[in-house]
């Protein structure tokens, strides 16, 4: 269970802690660095020390008496900018005369060290958007000290790619293969969130291309690739098994839709693919490291195949395949990183998750050299793992 945990700003209501004594003691009296205009709400005052030491219980209250999982950060990018969302005039520099939040800096440092320091099982993931360096490295290092940052890049690229005919998707290789250029700068979390269901931008399943048959193809496809791509996996509620409709707080979720075949195929393949992720350790063990992945096929845009290996120390490799083209393709040729036998273990277009059933038999063969010719279904992702 991790909670959003939002120390960036508050609410101004007279019940909150807006002038809670009559006075700005919670925020900034100053708005050029206690007010947040995306918001209309109030920004915390990082360096008062009665300030930071409420936040820093906060948060630990949480892990002590809910024993939650995790915290999810909420926009930690606006604290760390004091210029966020700001015009010229609107902001006060640092002591230094920069635009860094350095009290924000200091607060979250702590929070981190504190959290870990009494709950070494909690984590703590940071929603930061920008190029801020070293978010998820130690606080002794010179970082922020958080677990692991949300990859906002990852969401955006592939759901934007998902989203393309397949046709058109020849031109936008990149959007899949850039990710890994720095996959591995932080420890990131893969995140399909609730911000990506909600205010008018339907589910995922409404998201990707096609009629229907091809949204929910489509759909597994990306989890597939998704489960196989370095990184930490987050899935909304109801994304599981394709919810049509988008998400809302005011009623339940639509489970009589596990009832159709489509639907029930999705949330079988995703219960498959977290027993192969945590079964395999060359699937997660090094899911931070760029030690455990390895291109197989990175420029075959013409055909929208992207493949490559996952691999950990004395474990078996595993290679993720995934044709984002309706069209089958027969004898495509690769080259693995070891000859011998291949066994298919997920393929997204099997019969049981609703697919065509397309597939290698379960047994692919590469010669010596690694070298193998193997089936792609449409729009589908396979993991092989060595024998």
């Known amino acids: 269970v991790l909670l959003d945990w939002v120390p960036a700003h508050f609410p101004t209501d007279a019940f909150g802690l807006a002038m809670f004594d009559g006075t700005a003691l919670y925020e900034h009296a100053d708005p050029r660095l206690g007010f947040h205009p995306d918001w209309n709400t109030a920004i915390y005052n990082f360096g008062r020390r009665e300030v930071m030491s409420f936040l820093v219980n906060n948060a630990l209250f949480w892990a002590e008496k809910y024993h939650l999982d995790g915290l999810r950060v909420d926009a930690v990018a606006s604290m760390l900018y004091l210029d966020y969302s700001r015009k010229a005039g609107e902001w ?8 860094e939040n350095l009290e924000a ?23 930061e958007s920008t190029s801020w360096p ?11 000290g958080f677990g692991f940052k949300w990859n906002m890049g990852f969401m955006h690229d592939t759901l934007r790619y998902m989203a393309r005919e397949p046709v058109h998707r020849r031109h936008h290789h990149s959007d899949i293969t850039f990710g890994l250029l720095y996959a591995f700068g932080e420890n990131y979390v893969l995140p399909l969130s609730h911000d990506e269901v909600v205010h008018g931008k339907g589910s995922l399943l409404g998201k990707m291309a096609g009629d229907d048959w091809q ?56 219960k ?50 995934s044709n984002m083209t309706p069209m089958p393709r027969h004898d495509y040729g690769l080259r693995l990183s070891r000859g011998g036998t291949w066994r298919e273990i997920i393929n997204s277009d099997a019969a049981i998750y609703g697919g065509s059933d397309l597939g290698n038999g379960g047994i692919i063969s590469a010669a010596d050299d690694g070298y193998a010719r193997i089936t792609l279904p449409p729009l589908s992702t396979l993991m092989i793992e060595a024998a």
Not at 109 to 126: C, D, F, S
Request: hydrophobic letters at 40%; one cysteine or more.
């Open 215 to 270: 949204k929910f193809a489509n759909l597994r496809a990306y989890y597939a690739l998704m489960w196989g791509y370095p990184g930490k996996k987050l899935l909304f509620m109801g994304q599981e098994f394709a919810q049509r409709a988008e998400w809302s707080e005011e009623r339940a979720l639509d489970w009589h839709l596990l009832d159709a075949p489509a639907h029930e195929g999705v949330r079988r393949l995703v």
């Open 134 to 144: 070293k978010v998820s490295h130690p606080v002794h290092e010179g970082g922020l």
């Open 105 to 127: 800096v200091e607060f979250l440092q702590r929070m981190n060290k504190e959290l870990y320091g009494h709950h070494p099982g909690v984590m703590t993931i940071a929603e």
């Open 92 to 99: 006060l520099p640092n002591e230094k005369g920069g635009r």
């Open 272 to 321: 498959d693919l977290n027993r192969v992720y945590r079964d395999r350790p060359a699937l997660h063990a090094r899911d931070c490291e760029a030690e455990g992945f390895h291109w197989v096929v990175v420029d075959d845009a013409e055909n929208s195949v992207f493949a490559w290996e996952r691999h950990a120390p004395g474990e078996r490799p595993i290679a993720i395949i």
